[in-house]
C-alpha cells in the first residue's frame, strides 16, 4: 500500500505549485480558445520548472506547446540567456501560445517552431547539443523523440515525457489502444535505454525521466 492519493496531490499543488494569476488565466483561456483542455497540472509544471533549475538546463526543447501552459512554467525555470525552443504543429495553438508567452512576460526565453516534430528535429540537431527535452505530443511519435533526445542531449541532461500512465489505463491489459500501447512501449524502451537512468515522477498523469549518463 502507498500513501499517495488525491487529497496529497492537491496539498502538494496548494502548498507548492499554487498559480498566480498569469498561469490561472492562461490556463482558463486555452478551452475558451478552442484548443483541448490537456495542458499539464500545475504540480507537473512546477517539477519541471525544479527540474530546469536543478539541472542547470539553459537549452531546453517542449515537443507539444498546445497554449504555452507548461512553456510558461519551465521558462520561469530558465536563467538570464535560456532558451526554451517549443515546436508545435497546429498554427492556432503556435498563436494562442505566442499570446500567453508574451503577456507572461517570458517571450524573450522562448521560441515557438511550428510544424511536424518530425521535420523539425531533423533541423535542430545542428543547434544541440540540449540541456533538457519534455516530450508532450502525439504519442505515436513518443519512440521517434526518445531516439532523438537521447543523441541530442548533453552527459547530464534530462529528459522527461508526459502521460505515461495514460490515466491509469497502462496497468489495464483490457487497454488495447493505440496511444496506450505507444505508451507502454515508450515505457518500457526508457527502462532499457542502457545510456539513461530512468523513473517515474506518479504526479499528475505521470511523467517518465531519463537523466543521460553515456
Ligand atoms: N505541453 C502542453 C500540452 C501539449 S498537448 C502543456 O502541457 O501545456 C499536445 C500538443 O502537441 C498539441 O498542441 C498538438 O497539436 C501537438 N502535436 C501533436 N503532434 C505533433 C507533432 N507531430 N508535431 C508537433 N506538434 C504536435
Ligand atoms: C492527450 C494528450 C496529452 O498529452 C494529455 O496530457 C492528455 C490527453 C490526448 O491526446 O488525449
Ligand atoms: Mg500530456
Known sequence: MTTYNDELSYYITDLFASQDDILSLIRENIPKKGLPAISIRPEEGKFLQFLIRATGAKKVVEIGT????????????????????????????????QEHFESAGVSEFVEIRVGNAHQILTDLTLEGPFDFVFIDADKSGYSVYLKWAVNNLRIGGVIAAHNAFRGGSV????????????IREFNRQMAEEPRLICTI????????????VN
Not at 172 to 182: I, L, P
Open 201 to 212: 515522477f506518479p504526479a499528475g498523469d505521470g511523467t517518465v525521466l531519463g537523466v543521460k
Open 66 to 97: 498546445l497554449g504555452g501552459y507548461s512553456g510558461v512554467w519551465m521558462a520561469r525555470g530558465l536563467p538570464p540567456g535560456g532558451k526554451l525552443i517549443t515546436l508545435e504543429k497546429e498554427p492556432q495553438h503556435a498563436k494562442v501560445a
Open 171 to 182: 496497468i489495464d491489459e483490457n487497454a488495447q489502444d493505440s496511444a496506450t500501447n505507444n
